[in-house]
């Protein structure tokens, strides 16, 4: 494995759920022993359904929401019993992008101020410094100095989250967790920020996280890739081994369901039939055997383990496609 | 590179609308101009009043309403209407000094319990209950009597009544914000709790208090009255509206015009205050907001 | 004039909302036609107008909007100029409508199976309890458990669920058209696939055709067979689904086009440079002419008509002539 940035290792957070005091204690399993090991200078993308616990993997990664039990190692340190200055330290390198434009910057407060608080609480830097640092990252993202005395409700949703990513690299990062960046934009204004996000991470070394449920953008934007279902990673691999040769047959079907924009492109109609289940009783055995064409009584009984199928590429499946 | 789209300054539309909303409602017109003569009459009111509210004079003492004295003058000789034009401006302290300490104290303990949830949320929300238990009324009186009457001690307690229906606001709203992307954007970048509650959830509660404190500025006179009318307020000779509502009791048959005139008067400012308020409150709704 | 579409045909619709802000001019002629049986997408960005026409058509629009002018011919009526009594006969009967987010359309204090028992008692003028046997088998139709379903509420119900009964009320009156606004934006993938498989095995079962409204070019491919191009409230581009993704002639289809990623795709995104005009102040002439890498003079002072190009390929672009001949290098 080449030099690694971050390193999931059984990773678990689990939600409360409240019933009465006299029912039983139940979770709904989000993230449920999830493995994994994002290469330094890579594009790391986390594909799932509702459900899937993508989300609330990315916010552990960041300890945004605390996670119940596992390790995170980042750079080497493990990261999940830090404190205090720290703690501090670590946050600084790992940043986030969220998904929703219009509720991701304080509508109160001044882009300016923004995307220059980061470096208050870290940097002991004058007014100046700030500026010009604001100034310099505002003109990587493709925006003008003048942006930043305006308030965020005057820019498109495009233009947000640019001034969003400009706030996540201002502190000069290594990690940056993408979660679904681009899903509230039009197309075109998503071609334009992919870009920017490529552009950028090659210039600046970046390490990302990129979190969707589209896999067109996954094969467009990531490196590596992890299917997850249900809270677990069910195949993790190269982007080009996991789109051309999918393992899982969640993956397939995942695949199969995506529409083409091409109508020369026919296929056979493959429908993944049935509901994704539950979180806080997911079903017994492997997960997917309820829906899955080859499950037979192991599937049902017997949960897989992800294991390394081929070399690199890992599988959770007894018997992998 | 993407030009930048025409800034539309939504603020300045946002403005202009509520202007307009707030010509098309009459009653909201009244209750402006109400409010604004208030203010008015506060803020000039040693030039307006003929003479020395304090001063007594027994030779002119119950006279009706004349040229001289338009109001009349109570059983001390003292001119009514220069008491009243005094009187707004002790209304007018109280108001403000209330609204500033009740509304401070029910943001921060709202965003407080809203912010960290838990054990703390419970803690402050079931203080916040206590005081909401009683009658705020009687509570004033309580505290009142408790502290001694006085001017300050009026403020003091009405605030201590007041606070709980902010507190409940920021909470609901602190609880709103901060879930938020926004939020968690700064806990990412580093920021700490006391920074993100008071630099960042707190600037988002302001604007609903703000709001009920103007809904609330009729009852917040309404109580000082109440407690001056019991001799629990300002003492005398500080004229005060509901003091000289309670002075002129002896004197309401032959010389009713000692409690009436500061009674009209509480009437229109709390009138002022109400419509002003249901009109703020309509023009925020945003269903109406067309 | 002789009309475009057999089933439906739209010709200069004009709606305008009267905001504090200005008059947002959405809809500044649109055109949009199709046949009994057909399926049509409806493509374009925030703010293009499809959904506005869809509730034009439906005669939903209310204030602040309000429709300017235009004519929709819908199976040999004039919609716009029946009274809203006779509308009503139309509406939810003989054209149906499917919307984005099914939770927020469905009531969510009335059981499932009394919702689309309303919807068949209008039409048939029969109290709502008699409906039920039909009601169960419309639940089978689009594959739910009637016992577990009827006696549901909306909460109870998935995404992918609730717009199954979304289907089936819409389709209960066997309505000639049906119109589905993004009917799975809101939906996971493989519940999207389900959805769209159904809503393509009951077309063909009942016979109606489908306006599908969306912003995902792969749901086009998949599904429809015309496409109309939509822009800032204009048609710009209509024609079938595989000439429109082949040979696309405006330059917005092709920009659109060129920045929809896909899986298996090696080239760069390309972005179509500036943004989506404000429709309160439209650029003048053909509204996409900021934008356009080919615009000419012309483009400025004039907005181009919707002509036919070629044999059933249709575009608003002065690059293709004034009368409709195809210029040489276009």
Not at chain 3, 98 to 105: G, T
Not at chain 3, 227 to 237: F, H, I, K, L, R
Request: aromatic share 8%; net charge positive; with cysteine.
């Amino acid at each position: 494995m080449p030099d690694t940035l971050i390193k999931i290792e059984n990773l678990k957070t689990y939600f409360p759920v409240k019933k009465s005091i006299f029912s039983k204690k139940l979770f709904v399993r989000a993230v449920d022993d999830v493995t994994m090991e994002i290469p330094r200078g890579s594009t790391f993308a986390v594909v799932g359904e509702s459900g899937s616990g993508k989300t609330t993997l990315a916010r552990s990664v960041l300890r945004l929401i605390e996670p119940t039990s596992g390790k995170i190692f980042f750079d080497g340190s493990e990261i999940l019993k830090l404190k205090g200055k720290d703690l501090l330290d670590v946050r600084r390198k790992m940043q986030i992008v969220f998904q929703d434009p219009y509720n991701s910057l304080h509508p109160r407060k001044l882009i300016k101020n923004i995307i220059g608080e980061g470096m208050k609480i870290h940097f002991k830097i004058t007014e100046s410094e700030i500026k010009d640092k604001i100034s310099a990252v505002l003109k990587e993202v493709g925006l003008r100095d003048e942006h930043m005395f305006r308030y965020p409700h005057e820019f498109s949703g495009g233009q947000r989250q640019r001034i969003a990513f400009a706030r996540a690299i201002v502190l000069k990062p290594k990690f940056i967790v993408l979660d679904e960046p681009t899903s509230a934009l039009d197309v075109s204004v998503q071609a334009m920020v992919l870009k920017m996000l490529k552009d950028i991470r090659s210039q600046e070394g970046l390490t990302y996280m990129f979190i969707t449920h589209n896999l067109s953008l996954v094969d467009y934007i990531a490196d590596r890739v992890a299917v997850m279902y249900v809270g677990e990673v069910v195949e993790m691999g190269e982007k080009n081994t996991v789109f051309n040769h999918p393992s899982h047959p969640y993956t397939d079907l995942l695949m199969a369901s995506n529409p083409i924009p091409d109508p020369k492109f026919q296929r056979e109609k493959r429908l993944l039939k049935g509901e994704i289940p539950s979180s806080i009783n997911p079903p017994s055995g492997c997960r997917f055997h309820n829906r899955c064409p080859h499950a037979d009584q192991k599937c049902a009984s017997q949960a897989p383990e992800l294991s390394e199928h081929k070399p690199g590429h890992f599988v959770r499946c007894h018997y992998p496609l | 590179m993407e030009k930048t789209a025409k800034v539309s300054r939504p603020f300045m539309d946002d403005l202009k609308h509520t202007a307009f909303l707030w010509r098309r409602s009459r009653l909201t017109m009244i209750g402006s101009v109400i409010i604004v003569i208030f203010l008015l009459i506060a803020a000039f009111a040693p030039l307006i009043a003929p003479y020395d509210p304090i001063e007594q004079n027994l030779s002119i003492k119950l006279q009706s309403p004349s040229w001289q004295h338009l109001f009349g003058t109570d059983q001390f000789g003292r001119d009514i209407f220069s008491r009243v034009i005094s009187g707004s401006r002790t209304a007018l302290w109280i108001i403000f000094l209330v609204s500033v300490i009740s509304g401070s104290i029910g943001i921060i303990i709202g965003v407080t319990a809203g912010y960290f949830g838990g054990i703390v949320d419970e803690v402050l929300m079931r203080i916040t209950d206590m005081f909401l238990a009683f009658p705020s009324l009687v509570l004033a009186m309580a505290f009142a009597a408790m502290l001694g009457p006085n001017l300050t001690n009026t403020i003091i307690a009405i605030s201590i009544v007041s606070w709980t229906t902010y507190a409940r606001l920021s909470r609901a709203e602190a609880i709103k914000v901060k879930s938020q992307p926004y939020i968690e954007a700064i806990k990412a970048a580093g920021g700490g709790n006391l920074r993100i509650m008071f630099l960042h959830v707190l600037p988002m509660c302001i604007s609903p208090v703000l709001v009920q404190l103007t809904l609330r500025m009729g009852t917040i006179i309404l109580t000082a009255a109440s407690l001056g009318f019991l001799g629990l307020g300002v003492q005398p000779p500080t004229p005060e509206w509901g003091a000289m509502v309670s002075d002129g009791r002896n004197f309401l048959i032959d010389q009713w015009w000692i409690s009436t005139f500061p009674g009209i008067f509480i009437a229109f400012v709390v009138l002022g205050f109400n419509l002003l308020g249901d009109g703020i409150r309509d023009m925020l709704d945003p269903r109406l907001r067309r | 004039m002789e009309l475009r579409g057999k089933l439906l045909d739209v010709s200069g619709l004009k709606v305008s909302f009267y905001t504090y802000r200005g008059v947002i001019k959405a809809l500044d002629g649109v055109e949009l036609w199709m046949d009994s049986g057909e399926r049509l997408g409806v493509v374009g960005e925030t703010g293009c107008g499809k959904s506005v026409t869809s509730l034009a058509v439906m005669r939903l629009i209310e204030q602040p909007g309000e429709i300017q002018a235009g004519k929709v011919i819908f199976n040999g009526k004039s919609l716009l100029e029946l009274s809203e009594e006779e509308m009503n006969g139309v509406r939810g009967i003989e054209m149906s409508m499917i919307f984005q987010e099914p939770r927020s359309s469905l009531n969510p204090v009335m059981k499932v199976g009394y919702q689309i028992g309303e919807a068949i008692a209008k039409s048939k003028k029969m109290p709502i309890k008699k409906t039920y046997p039909e009601v169960r088998e419309i639940l089978k139709l689009v594959g739910l458990d009637p016992e577990r379903v009827m006696n549901s509420y909306p909460h109870e119900l998935s995404g992918g669920m609730s717009q199954r009964v979304m289907i089936g009320m819409g389709l209960a009156t066997h309505p000639k058209l049906l119109i589905a606004d993004e009917p799975t934006s809101a939906l996971d993938v493989t519940i999207q696939a389900q959805i769209l498989e159904l809503l393509d095995e009951l077309a063909r079962k009942m016979g109606n055709a489908v306006m599908l409204i969306t912003h995902d070019m792969g749901v086009v491919a998949e599904f429809c067979d015309k496409v109309m191009v939509m822009y800032a409230g204009n048609s710009v581009e209509y024609a079938s689904t595989f000439e429109l993704f082949e040979r696309p002639l405006h330059p917005y289809t092709g920009g659109l086009l060129l920045a929809v990623p896909r899986v298996g795709r090696t080239d760069e995104l390309k972005a179509i440079k500036g943004t989506v005009p404000d429709l309160v102040d439209p650029p003048s002439g053909c509204r996409f002419h900021p934008r356009c890498p080919r615009v000419m003079e012309i483009c400025k002072e004039n907005r181009p008509p919707l002509l036919q190009v070629e044999p059933g390929h249709f575009v608003a672009c002065y690059l293709y002539g004034n009368k409709g001949e195809v210029k040489e290098n276009a």
